[in-house]
């Protein structure tokens, strides 16, 4: 943590304790009887995309368009695209592996696998049910959970609160796709955006003050037509002009409510992790949340639009680049169909 955030955090507590704060004066540790509440955060991270790697001028080939178009307009170079005989449970185990690995944990001890993914392996069972049977996580509860592009927010939202309340020690989130399946590859409108790939974390209780100190989540059905998987059809439908405006406009309500609830201020946040869709939407989140382009992690040049698996990439990618510190503020940004959207707002404490 900087000195400076140090500083002026502790003023705010001060002044105007956040909601966690003062849950955590009340409630009793239940098997200690002292006075304080859990906090869970990320302690391992990993991530995994297919070798195979599908370029603008690939594309070119296949429809009318160039690299300059995508370049200018989405920010994408290339995608990754995952082999026909590659699952989707197949990448979120290879992700998953590195995220134990890095956390020092065994497949055994995880409590609860949560999945989230908008290409799962089939309808049911549940993508989670095949990890967990991959993984040999004999311990582990599995389900999935679905909110498109912003599940992995929403799953980071879930899974930790298994952790706070006790219910887990050990939960695995994952963010899997293979979703270069549900791409028309005749609609040059939609398939110069999505690539496959998977990343998962670890989330156990931390230290008191650290991890998740605020989430938010939210939704609205009435916008789900403009971006879809139709029923009678297979593949992404999208209305990409309303799409854009609807995530320009909820990234910055989303993070706003996040870290009002944190207690913490933009000039806050150490690193803007947000769904990687676009580069302008991502300039434009970060122009309006007046955050500095060294605070924001973009990496959609090399993978395109992952939709689940896009905030633990990036954020894998963050640790592995040895910038995020113990104690940095991150906040995350998610949105996608359904409509969906939501926030994290996590102090990083996995130790370097
Ligand atoms: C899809 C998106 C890149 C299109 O960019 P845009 O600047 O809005 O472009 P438009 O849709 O207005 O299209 C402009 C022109 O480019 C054309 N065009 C569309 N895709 C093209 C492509 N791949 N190559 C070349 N031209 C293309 C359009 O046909 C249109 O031509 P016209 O003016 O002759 O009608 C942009 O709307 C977007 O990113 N939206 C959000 C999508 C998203 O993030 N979805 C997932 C959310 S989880």
Request: aromatic share 8%.
């Given at each position: 943590?900087?000195?400076?955030?140090?500083?002026?955090?502790?003023?705010?507590?001060?002044?105007?304790?956040?909601p966690?704060?003062?849950?955590?004066?009340?409630?009793?540790?239940?098997?200690?009887?002292?006075?304080?509440m859990v906090w869970a955060g990320i302690t391992g991270i990993g991530s995994y995309v297919p070798p195979k790697v599908l370029t603008n001028d690939d594309l070119s080939k296949m429809v009318d368009t160039t690299d300059e178009w995508i370049v200018a307009r989405t920010g994408i170079?290339?995608?990754h695209i995952a082999a026909d005989t590659?699952?989707?449970?197949?990448?979120?185990?290879?992700?998953?592996?590195?995220?134990?690995?890095?956390?020092?944990?065994?497949?055994?001890?995880?409590?609860?696998?949560?999945?989230?993914?908008?290409?799962?392996?089939?309808?049911?069972?549940?993508?989670?049910?095949?990890?967990?049977?991959?993984?040999?996580?004999v311990n582990a509860s599995a389900f999935d959970l679905q909110a498109a592009c912003a599940g992995f927010v929403y799953a980071l939202t879930v899974g930790s609160q298994f952790v706070e309340t006790r219910r887990a020690e050990c939960v695995l989130v994952i963010g899997a796709e293979?979703?270069?399946?549900?791409?028309?590859?005749?609609?040059?409108?939609?398939?110069?955006?999505?690539?496959?790939?998977?990343?998962?974390?670890?989330?156990?209780?931390?230290?008191?003050?650290?991890?998740?100190?605020?989430?938010f989540t939210g939704a609205d059905g009435t916008g789900a037509d403009l971006l879809e998987v139709?029923?009678?059809?297979?593949?992404?439908?999208?209305?990409?002009?309303?799409?854009?405006?609807?995530?320009?406009?909820?990234?910055?309500?989303?993070?706003?409510?996040?870290?009002?609830?944190?207690?913490?201020?933009?000039?806050?946040?150490?690193?803007?992790?947000?769904?990687?869709?676009?580069?302008?939407?991502t300039e434009a989140a970060a122009k309006r949340l007046k955050l500095p382009p060294e605070k924001v992690v973009s990496n959609i040049v090399n993978y395109g639009n992952t939709s689940t698996a896009s905030i633990p990439l990036a954020l894998?990618?963050?640790?592995?680049?040895?910038?995020?510190?113990?104690?940095?503020?991150?906040?995350?940004?998610?949105f996608g169909a359904g409509l969906t959207w939501g926030a994290n707002v996590i102090r990083w404490a996995k130790k370097s």
């Open positions: 943590m900087t000195p400076e955030v140090t500083k002026r955090q502790s003023k705010q507590k001060k002044k105007k304790p956040s966690m704060y003062k849950l955590g004066s009340k409630l009793k540790d239940r098997a200690t009887g002292r006075k304080e170079s290339e995608r590659v699952l989707t449970s197949d990448l979120a185990v290879r992700a998953a592996k590195k995220a134990l690995k890095s956390a020092g944990k065994n497949p055994e001890d995880v409590d609860m696998i949560i999945v989230t993914s908008a290409s799962p392996d089939q309808i049911w069972p549940s993508t989670a049910c095949h990890v967990q049977a991959k993984l040999g996580a293979t979703i270069s399946r549900l791409v028309d590859w005749t609609d040059r409108g939609t398939c110069v955006l999505f690539g496959d790939a998977a990343g998962a974390v670890v989330l156990e209780r931390v230290e008191f003050g650290y991890g998740f100190m605020a989430s139709p029923a009678d059809d297979k593949f992404i439908k999208m209305n990409g002009n309303e799409v854009y405006k609807f995530a320009a406009r909820v990234s910055l309500d989303a993070a706003t409510k996040a870290l009002k609830q944190a207690g913490l201020h933009r000039e806050d946040v150490d690193f803007f992790v947000p769904h990687q869709a676009n580069a302008r939407i894998d990618e963050l640790w592995r680049s040895g910038r995020l510190k113990y104690g940095n503020i991150v906040l995350t940004v998610g």
